[in-house]
């Protein structure tokens, strides 16, 4: 697919902002207790002046109505997000399980959406943050998925069936995914000039983002790099709960302890 640049949201950071934290691909869900410990955990305890959650929170979100219902797994993590978002900012941005968290979650909560993509200055530097899969652009499938399901109609149609209904598709979803890691497919990766292209548009010098589950730095060009957040899987051997911090005096990988 031929790279396009988007149109960036701009965000700058209040003055007094010195540690922001990032986080993306938790996948959060009932069948996951150790990780929605730890994070849980981080919420409560993270001295960040603010968190950037870049999609794939949960590992899926069947729409914001499931926080009503008594004792839902979606009211548990929300409540987490609320306490949390009463000492510090958080801002949220869609990724691709969770793109159904609608304007409801975001008030629930008290958290802040975020466009994909946006610039967030810091410092004197700007950073482009984002899910990452607008730029997986060999994955072209997902690419045509993607587009469909981002539309008002497809999203209208799907939230109009009953909830019971959209937990069931939800669990077929999972199984795929499943389904789909134990097959040992390789997953489609950032195409490099496109970032290249975000950034040098931008105005910026580094993309940060999730959706890979593939945590590193890379070097794109002469002072453009993209850095990559890890997923979460507190159960895993080695456990993986990575946040990135970001300080005056650069980027670091913060490992979150298990609970």
């Known amino acids: 697919m031929t790279p396009t640049v988007p149109r960036f949201e701009e965000l700058a950071a209040p003055s007094h902002w010195r540690t922001v934290d990032f986080i993306s691909d938790l996948h959060l869900q009932a069948s996951e207790p150790a990780t929605v410990a730890a994070f849980e955990h981080y919420l409560a305890t993270t001295k960040a002046d603010a968190l950037f959650i870049l999609g794939d929170l949960f590992e899926v979100w069947v729409g914001d109505d499931a926080i009503a219902e008594a004792g839902s797994f979606e009211a548990e993590a929300c409540a987490a997000l609320q306490a949390a978002a009463q000492r510090l900012p958080v801002f949220f ?4 399980r969770d793109f159904l968290a609608g304007p409801a979650f975001l008030r629930h909560c008290g958290i802040t959406g975020l466009q994909d993509p946006t610039v967030l200055g810091f ?20 690419q045509r998925f993607r587009l469909q399901a981002r539309s008002a109609e497809w999203q209208a149609q799907f939230l109009a069936r009953p909830l019971v209904q959209r937990r069931q598709q939800a669990r077929g979803i999972r199984q795929q995914s499943e389904a789909h890691k134990r097959s040992g497919a390789v997953y489609a990766d950032v195409d490099g000039p496109a970032a290249i292209a975000w950034l ?3 105005g910026a010098s580094t993309l940060i983002h999730g959706h890979t589950h593939r945590p590193a730095e890379h070097a794109l060009a002469p002072g453009l790099a993209r850095v990559v957040l890890s997923d979460w899987d507190a159960a895993a051997q080695p456990p993986r709960a990575d946040v990135l911090r970001l300080t005056p005096q650069g980027l670091e990988r913060i490992a979150i302890a298990p609970m």
Do not use: T
């Open 93 to 96: 941005m869609h990724g691709n």
């Open 123 to 142: 410092g004197g530097r700007r950073f482009v943050l984002s899910h990452g899969d607008l730029l997986c652009l060999d994955d072209v499938d997902y």
């Open 200 to 202: 040098q548009a931008a």
